[in-house]
């Protein structure tokens, strides 16, 4: 018995070594799961160190062969009055915690590992802490949405991170990132402007660079604006409808500015109306505006006055497709005889699509009804004709029920 007595701490110490070894096993083979999948999108700002998760294994398996060994020697005190051989349980877990400081990691490479037959009762097992390895790489930002508060928080916003994750960067920088420290503030300045929360989401999936701004740099651009005498609705409205207005710089957007005002020949008051109703005017490409304004005055004969008239009415004219609006012009003027006069008041016929226009003035002129010459009766406006719907065209302007357009429609 007194044989026993020596052989069961040698016995428990070698199980708890054999548990070191299992945990830098574990240890091992999660980092060699993982596959580099895309190049710089690693998760290396949220993994731990191999001594951390270590000391965790150690923990866990600390409790649960400590009580399985106060179990064995209760019982063996009961039987035998030898058991006062035994260490106590005080300087049974002194032996422990010496091992544990006295033993490096490097030597635990050395042991033999731990048998996958040996039993666990049901009751070890429930307080076996299980921690899902973090991948080094991969594919999805999902995978790192329960290690980061940071992409929790945002998911929780609204931002679509699945848009985000096709750029390897952008993915980079929110693994990064500090809630608290870096987005936070960011957050607050465009609560401050005039997002709303509901807002936020789709804004920061869109522009998430906007985390990589120095603070300072922002309120600068904003003070810009509101220097320009744009107003607090103005500037919440145009940043919401053209996100990466705020990463433009101060100089940028002043040169946009002067851009707009001196090809259109607008004053300040319409320049500034004019970019407020399509802020997109400041961040976009100029190229497809002087190729729009070169259209309407070479191809389509407007002159200048006309021009700077409809696109101040419907501001998208200006980056238009611009074989759409050849296709329209061509068939309102030359097939409809629409003169350019009266083209000029209903700029809106360029923001229609062509297919609805010819399937209506068809229809007009299949019912003798085709008048579009506010000198003469029965005329019919071009801003109802292509604005109103189906069931009110027909109605108001066609005379006609619904039921017999469609029956026209299948005639073409």
């Known amino acids: 018995m007194a044989l026993l007595a020596q052989q069961l701490p040698r016995r428990f110490n070698s199980v708890k070594l054999t548990s070191f070894i299992k945990a830098k096993q574990v240890t091992k083979r999660s980092a060699r799961a993982g596959k580099a999948v895309l190049p710089g999108f690693s998760a290396q700002p949220l993994l731990s160190s191999d001594t951390s998760f270590l000391r965790r294994g150690i923990k866990t398996y600390r409790t649960l ?91 929780q916003l609204g931002v679509d991170l699945s848009k985000i994750e096709k750029h390897p960067d952008a993915a ?39 985390f990589s701004e120095d603070l300072e740099n922002l309120k600068t651009r904003v003070a810009y604006l509101q220097s320009k005498n744009f107003s607090k609705t103005d500037i919440a409205r145009m940043v919401k409808n053209a996100p990466f207005l705020l990463s433009f710089s101060v100089e940028r957007l002043d040169n946009r500015l002067g851009f707009f005002q001196k090809e259109l020949e607008l004053n300040v008051k319409k320049t500034r109306d004019l970019v407020v109703r399509l802020p997109r005017l400041l961040t976009g490409s100029l190229e497809p505006v002087k190729e729009n304004m070169k259209v309407y005055h070479l191809e389509l004969g407007f002159k200048h006055n006309e021009i700077q008239h409809m696109v101040i009415k419907i501001p998208k004219m200006l980056t238009a497709n611009k074989r759409k609006l050849t296709e329209i012009f061509d068939y309102v003027h030359n097939v409809m005889n629409i003169p350019h006069h009266i083209i000029v008041k209903f700029p809106q016929l360029f923001n229609t699509r062509v297919f609805k226009i010819k399937e209506r003035h068809l229809f007009l002129a299949y019912l003798g009804r085709a008048q579009y010459d506010p000198a003469k009766p029965n005329y019919v406006s071009l801003d109802k004709f292509v604005s109103f719907p189906d069931k009110i065209f027909c109605k108001e302007i066609a005379k006609a029920s619904l039921n017999d357009f469609e029956k026209f429609l299948k005639t073409l």
């Open 65 to 155: 062969f400590w009580n399985r060994f106060h179990s064995a020697s209760t019982n063996r005190t009961k039987s035998s009055a030898e058991s006062t051989l035994l260490p106590s349980v005080a300087e049974q877990q002194e032996r422990i915690l010496s091992l544990e400081s006295e033993l490096p990691l490097e030597e635990v490479d050395d042991l033999p590992p731990l048998s996958p037959l040996q039993s666990v009762s049901e009751e070890e097992a429930i307080q076996i802490a299980a921690y899902s390895p973090l991948p080094i790489s991969s594919f999805t930002l999902a995978d790192y949405v329960d290690h980061s508060k940071t992409l929790q928080k945002l998911v």
């Open 172 to 210: 980079n920088l929110l693994l990064r990132l500090d809630f608290e420290k870096h987005i936070k503030q960011i957050l607050l300045f465009l609560k401050d402007l005039g997002l709303e929360d509901n807002q936020l989401g789709p804004f920061l999936t869109k522009n998430y660079a906007i």
